[in-house]
């Protein structure tokens, strides 16, 4: 069992910057890779940025590239997203995930553990 709790959301002015962090505590952190989803209210689950088990590979959707960075940290067992120049098209929950299958947090159903997510409101 894998427990992730996110912190860092909230309310940020367009053109701002939020950090969200998600700590996970229970098995080995470095066996998963990990991914921000995000939800828009009434739609699916979107992968947002994934990062490989070593942090060595990362992936980025295309509306997020450039203004997102995701990193983490093995010793501490934390995964972080930077999110600057923040778009009110940017507000929604964000979910931090957890993968022990190679190559797949970014397939929702191959995600092992979710957090309970974060609220980011991006106001114009």
């Known amino acids: 069992q894998v427990l992730l709790v996110e912190s860092g959301g909230g309310l940020v002015q367009a053109g701002g910057s939020l950090r969200l962090s998600c700590a996970a505590s229970g098995r080995t952190f470095s066996n998963y890779a990990m991914g921000w989803y995000r939800q828009f209210p009434g739609k699916e689950r979107e992968i947002v940025a994934a990062?490989?088990?070593?942090?060595?590979?990362?992936y980025y959707i295309r509306s997020v590239k450039g203004r997102f960075t995701i990193a983490r940290d093995n010793a501490k067992n934390m995964v972080y997203l930077q999110m600057n120049s923040l778009k009110p098209e940017d507000t929604a929950v964000y979910y931090c995930?957890?993968?022990?299958?190679?190559?797949?947090?970014?397939?929702?159903?191959?995600?092992?553990?979710w957090g309970q997510g974060a609220q980011v409101t991006v106001s114009s």
């Open positions: 995930a957890a993968s022990a299958t190679v190559g797949q947090v970014t397939t929702q159903g191959r995600v092992d553990y």
């Open positions: 990062i490989n088990r070593s942090g060595g590979s990362t």
